[in-house]
């Protein structure tokens, strides 16, 4: 499968991003979703993920109650919509999948397919 990752830009502290990753040459509906982000000088980290269904969200702590991931499946398309930006939050962000197996996983190594990454620029 292939993910395409756009949505990224330049925001001003408490602004708002939404983020999309359209994807093509694979059953998307039947894959977990995952959006992970890399601050400059750090390793990339999950930020939020959902399964197959869209039924069951996962957040890293640093994101919860702003980050919303959702997906249409029609659409072959994930979303990650972010709200109230810290300028913690810079980072580039990718969007990822893999096959519903052994239950989600939030480990970079465990998802065999990733997006080109798109900058997310917070500034204070």
């Known amino acids: 499968v292939q993910l395409q990752a756009s949505g990224g830009g330049l925001v001003q502290a408490g602004g708002s991003l939404r983020l999309s990753c359209a994807a093509s040459?694979?059953?998307?509906?039947?894959?977990?979703m995952g959006w992970f982000r890399q601050a400059p000088g750090k390793e990339r980290e999950f930020a939020a993920g959902?399964?197959?269904?869209?039924?069951?969200?996962y957040y890293a702590d640093s994101v919860k109650g702003r980050f919303t991931i959702s997906r249409d499946n029609a659409k072959n398309t994930v979303y990650l919509q972010m709200n109230s930006l810290k300028p913690e939050d810079t980072a580039v962000y990718y969007c990822?999948?893999?096959?519903?197996?052994?239950?989600?996983?939030?480990?970079?190594?465990?998802?065999?397919?990733w997006g080109q990454g798109t900058l997310v620029t917070v500034s204070s």
């Open positions: 990822a999948a893999r096959p519903p197996v052994l239950g989600f996983r939030r480990t970079v190594s465990e998802w065999p397919y």
């Open positions: 040459g694979g059953t998307f509906s039947s894959y977990d």
């Open positions: 959902l399964i197959w269904s869209g039924g069951v969200t």
